[in-house]
C-alpha cells in the first residue's frame, strides 16, 4: 500500500517538475520526488543510501540549484515559446521510448522475482562501511579527488 | 667444360656494370679497356666452348630454377650445341673487334658519355648472348627485350638530338610489336606443350601432323616477332633510322647481330617451321618482297649509312628467303658471311665518316682513293663479298640461299637473282661516289683528310681478311667442297631435314645458275662503276627515281593509314571521352558531395535540444531494431 | 513486491526526465530533469540489489550479496553531487556572459 502511494508521489511530482512554468515550483517539486524515492529506499530498509539522499540530493544539490535560480532572479522570466513541433516531438519520442522499454522489459525472465522488502541487512551502514571501506577503498579516495578537481573547476569558471 | 658457359654472358654484364656504375670517375682509356677486355674474355671462353662443341659435348646447362609454378616450369638454362656456339663466336669477336673499332671512333665524346656507350655496348652483348643461349623461350625473350632495350639506347645515344631521340622511339615501338607476337605465341606454347624449354616443345612438336593448325599459328606469331627484330615487311622502317646511332653501333646491333635474332630464332625452332609449310611460304614470300623492295630502294639513297642500311635489310630478306625454302644452313651461313661483311662495310664506311668530319652523304664525298688507302681496300673488299663474287664469302651463302630457292620455285630464283643483281649495283654506285672520281667536298674537308687510327684500322684489316676467307667453310659438294658447316650444324637442323624432299638439282643446272647470277652481278658492277666513278647523280632524282629515293613513300603510308587515325582518336579520347566521360564523372562526385553537405549541414542547427531528439530518437531506433526487427 | 514494479516505476521516471530535458529551454530545468534520470537508475540499482539478496539469502542467511549495488548508487551520487557543482557554475558564467540561461542561445556548436 505504501508502494503505491510513494509511486504515485514521486510520478507526479516528476510530472510537475517538468511541466511547472515557475523554475522555483520545478525545484520544490523535485524535492518532494527526492522525498518519494527517499522513503522507497526506506521500505527497501536501504536507510544509510535514504539518509545520503536526503543530505545529498534534497539537501545539498537542491539548495544550490534554488540559490542560482534565486540569484539570477528568473521568476519573472517567461521563456517564449519553444518551436511547438520541437515540443510536440519531444514529448513523442519520449513516451514512445517509454512504450518500448515496457514492451522489450515485460517478458524477461527475471520479471516475476521478489524484492526483499522492510528486512535484510545489507543496506544497513554497518555492512556498507565496511566493504566500502576495504574493497573500494581505492575508488573511494579516487572520488575524493574528484570532489577537489571539481571544486577547483566550479570556483575557476565562477570567478570569471 | 661447357660448366663455363655461364661465363659467357657474366664478362659483359660485369663490364656494363662497371663502367655503368663508374662512369663519373673512370678514365677514358680504362673504360675502353674494360669494355673491349670482358668481351675478349667472353671470345676467348665462346671458343674454348666452340671446340668443346665440335668434340660432341653438346648440351643444355641449367643454372637454376626461374619460374615454377604448378606444372609449369622454367628453368634459367643455357643450351650449348652446334647453332649456339655459331652464334656466340660471331657475336664476341664481331662484338670484340667493334668494340676496338670504337674506342677511337668514340674518342671525341667526353669521358662520362665515353664510359656510358660502353656500357650500353656491353650490356647489348651481354642480352644478345642470353638471347642465343637460352634453353627456352622465356630466356630467349628477356635477351630479346634486353637487345631491343639497348637497340633503343644507343640509337637514341646523342639524346640531345630530337630526330635521333625520335628514330630510338620508332625502333622501339616497332620492335614492341614484334614483341607482342613472340609473346602471344610463348604463350600459345604454353598452353599447348605445357612447356616452355625447346627440348620438350620441339621433341612433342615433332610428333604433330604437318600444317596442324596451332604450329601455323605459333610459328606465324613468331615470325611477327622476328619481323619485328629483325626488319622485314611490314615492320622494316625502323632499321634505316635506327642509323642516327654511332656507326660502330649500327655496324654491331643494326648489321651483324641484333637483326640476325630472328633468323637465329627460326633456325632455333626449325622443326615448327618444317612442320607448318604455310608459314614457311609466308616467310619466304616475306623475305623476298622485302629483299627486293630495299634493295630499289638502296639504289637512290645518298646517305652512305642508309645505302648500307637498305642493304642490311635486303640481305635480312634473303637469309628469311633461306629459311623459308628450308635452307637453314644457309640462312645461318649467310648471317655469319653478312655479319663480316656488313660490319666491316659499316666500319668502313665510320671511317670514312670520320674523315669526313661527319659527313655522311655521298655526293659531297669521291675521290678519296687515295687518302684512305686502308680504308678504300677493305671497303672494296666487302662490296665485291656482298655483291656474291667468287671467291669471297658472300657468294657461297647468297649461292645456297638462291640454289634451294631455285629447288623450291623457280620464280623464287629470279626475283632472287634480280635482287643479287640490284645489290651489286648499289654497293658499287655507293663504292664509286664514294672513293672513285674527284674530291667534292669543301677545301677545309679536303685538307683534314686523313687515314683512321690503327684501333679502326685493324678491326677492317680483320674483318675483310673474314669476309675474303669465311665462305671457304661451306663450300658446296658440286664445286668440289665438303660443306663443314653443314656437317657441323646436322645436328640441330635433323629432325626437319628428316621431314624435307628437297628435289636434287643436277651439277649443270647448279652451275648454269652460279654462271648466271655471276655474271649477271658482274655486269652490273661494271656498269655501275663506269657510270658513277666519272659523273655521279648529283641532283636530287626525278620521276621514278623519286618515288625510290622516298623509300616508295611507305613511311608517309605509315604515318597516313596508322599513325593520323591513331591520332584522331586519340585527339577524340582526350576532348571527348577523357574531358566530358571521364573528368565529367569526376567533377560530377565532387559536385554532388558538395552539394549534399551543403543540404545536410542544415541539420547541424547548433541547438543542444535538436541534438538530444536525435540521439533520443536514434536510442529509440535501436531498440526497435534489436528487439523486433532481429 | 515483484522487481517488475521498481523496474516499470524507474523506466517511468526515466521518460518523465528525458520529455523533460527534450521539451525545456530551461537549462536549469534541463539539469534537473538530468538528476531525475539520475535517480530513476538508482532506485532500479537498489530493487536489484535486494533482488540478488534475497535469491542468495535462502541459501546462506548471513550473506552480503547486492551491497555492490547498494554502494554503486552511492558512487554515483558522489559523481552527481560534482557534477552539479561544475555545471552550476558554468550556468553562471553563461548567465553572466548572455543574460540568458536559455539553450537556444547555446548555438555556438554550429561554428
Known sequence: MLFWFLTVLALGSALMVVFSKNPVHSILWLIITFFAITGHYILLNAQFLAIVNIIVYAGAIMVLFLFVVMMMNLNEISSPLKNKWLKFAGVISGCSLLLVLIAALKDTDTMQQEVLLNTGKIGLINNLGTVLFSDYVLPFEISSVLFLSAMVGAVVIGKK | MSTLVYLVPLFPLIGFLINGLGRKRLSKSLTGIIGSGVILASFIVSLILFFDVKAGHAGVVKLFDFISIGKLDIPFAFQVDQLSSIFLLIITGVGFLIHVYSTAYMHEENSDHYARYFAYLNLFIFSMLLLVLGANYLIMFIGWEGVGLCSYLLIGYWFKNNDYTNAAKKAFIMNRIGDFGFLLAAFWIIQQFGSLNFADVFSNASGMQMNDKVLVGITLLLFLGATGKSAQIPLYTWLPDAMAGPTPVSALIHAATMVTAGIYMIARSNILYTLAPTTQGVVAVIGLATAILAATIAIKQNDIKKVLAYSTVSQLGYMFLGLGVGAYTGAVFHVMTHAFFKALLFLGAGSVIHAMHHEQDIRKMGGLKKALPVTHITFLIGCIAIAGIPPLSGFFSKDEILAAAFSASTVYWVIGVLGAVMTAFYMFRLYATTFLGKFRGTHEQEHHLHESPKAMTIPLIVLAILAAISGFIGVPAVLGGSHELEHFLAPVFAGSVKLQHPHEINHNTEYMLMGASVALAAIAILYAVSRFSKKPELNDAGGFGKVLENKWYIDELYDAVIVKPLRGISAFLNNVVERLGIDGVVNGVGRIVHYGSRQLRLLQSGQVGAYILIMVVAALALFIIQLFVL | ?111
Do not use: W
Open chain 3, 1 to 111: 513486491m515483484t522487481i517488475n514494479h521498481y523496474i516499470f516505476l524507474s523506466v517511468a521516471l526515466f521518460c518523465i526526465g528525458i520529455i523533460g530535458v527534450l521539451t525545456r529551454r530551461n537549462v536549469i530545468i534541463i539539469f534537473m530533469c538530468i538528476e531525475l534520470m539520475f535517480n530513476a537508475v538508482n532506485l532500479l540499482l537498489v530493487a536489484f540489489s535486494k533482488m540478488h539478496y534475497l535469491a542468495a539469502s535462502v541459501v546462506d542467511p548471513a550473506t552480503t550479496a547486492g551491497t555492490d549495488g547498494q554502494l554503486f548508487v552511492f558512487f554515483i551520487m558522489v559523481v552527481a553531487a560534482a557534477e552539479v557543482s561544475v555545471g552550476l557554475a558554468i550556468i553562471v558564467m553563461m548567465y553572466r556572459n548572455t543574460h540568458s540561461i536559455d539553450a537556444s542561445f547555446l548555438n555556438r556548436l554550429k561554428h
